[in-house]
């Protein structure tokens, strides 16, 4: 892959190559988690598998226990394509965008996902990986965990995706907001602007994560300050993944209807890990392929809620009340 490694725990340096839940007991020493920094293949799922197999043994040969991959790495991110939907028009040219779009999404029981269940399990690495989900005729952007025991352990779907993303993409429910227990500690995922949801994070924070996964392709600086507070907020770590890919990367025909912020840049970058206390970890790095490396301390979380409980004595359940419907929602019902 010829990526720089950047490696909180020694510094950085060029790399030499590119459900059924289980309750466990954590690990005594301080695992090693990876956030990966790189583009998928856009439209192309097999390459993209193929890309992500290679990422994947590249954390687990630098001694990583989790990795984290962006938001859409399987499948890809469609960014600048407009798909030929003005307020109140569609066009035949964005249909067959979509078409393509389709084309590249992959089905959590289908081949794509199993090779990657099973490098997940032959690597004996955690693996939380953003896809687009084939679900009967709608697509969904989805964070899938894969546990190397037990398979897939949880898939989220985005529960509101942003912006246009809502005319190629379908909504989640909240039977797919969960967390899951693993040796490391209790691994949950939200989805770039599911991370501005206030609700959503004080879920996430009373199914007591402590290995908060955000996959994103917000590459702005902003998105640095979010990811702190959230570790601050919820007294968890915080692993953020985004895609860094250039336009070059996309087909020839693909519509960059837009003019795009950073040029031939398509999405920037911006991946951080950061510590309960705030403390960032590794990066934010930008403008290029990278694989963070930052040792987690299993027992911060536990040191920080001497200052603060979001959901115990921060939380004023006399003031406030959450209720969460983590039931499955169907659009039909025979009943």
Request: hydrophobic share 40%.
């Amino acid at each position: 892959m010829g990526m720089t490694c950047i490696d909180c725990r020694g510094g950085s340096g060029e790399s030499e190559s590119a459900g059924v839940f289980r309750t466990a007991r954590k690990v005594s020493h301080m695992p090693t988690a990876a956030v990966i920094q790189a583009g998928s293949i856009p439209f192309d799922a097999t390459a993209s598998v193929d890309k992500a197999i290679a990422l994947m043994t590249e954390a687990r040969d630098n001694g990583a226990e989790i990795a984290v991959f962006p938001e859409a790495f399987i499948g890809g991110y469609p960014k600048g394509s407009t798909f030929g939907a003005p307020v109140g028009l569609r066009t035949d040219d964005g249909r067959r965008q979509y078409q393509r779009y389709s084309s590249g999404a992959v089905a959590l029981d289908g081949p794509k996902v199993e090779r990657l269940a099973e490098a997940a399990r032959e690597l004996e690495i955690f693996v939380v990986i953003g896809i687009i989900e084939r679900l009967g005729n709608t697509l969904c952007c989805t964070a899938l965990m894969l546990d190397p025991e037990a398979g897939i352990a949880g898939a989220h779907r985005k529960l509101m995706p942003t912006g246009s993303e809502r005319l190629i993409w379908g909504f989640g429910d909240g039977s797919t907001l969960d967390t899951m227990d693993t040796p490391l500690g209790r691994v949950g995922s939200v989805i770039c602007w599911e991370n501005y949801m206030p609700l959503l994070r004080q879920a996430m924070y009373a199914k007591g994560v402590e290995l908060y996964c955000a996959p994103t392709v917000d590459d702005r600086p902003t998105w640095t300050a979010t990811m702190t507070h959230i570790a601050l907020e919820g007294r968890t770590h915080v692993l953020s993944a985004c895609q860094y890919i250039t336009k070059d990367a996309y087909p020839d025909d693909h519509p960059f209807e837009v003019d795009l912020p950073y040029g031939s840049t398509a999405i920037l970058g911006g991946s951080v890990i950061v510590a309960p206390t705030g403390e960032v970890l590794a990066g934010p790095v930008y403008d290029e392929e990278t694989i963070l490396y930052a040792d987690i301390d299993p027992d911060a979380k536990t040191r920080s809620h001497l200052d603060f409980d979001v959901v115990g004595h921060y939380s004023r359940p006399d003031v406030f009340e959450l209720t969460v419907h983590s039931e499955p929602r169907s659009s039909v019902s025979f009943d």
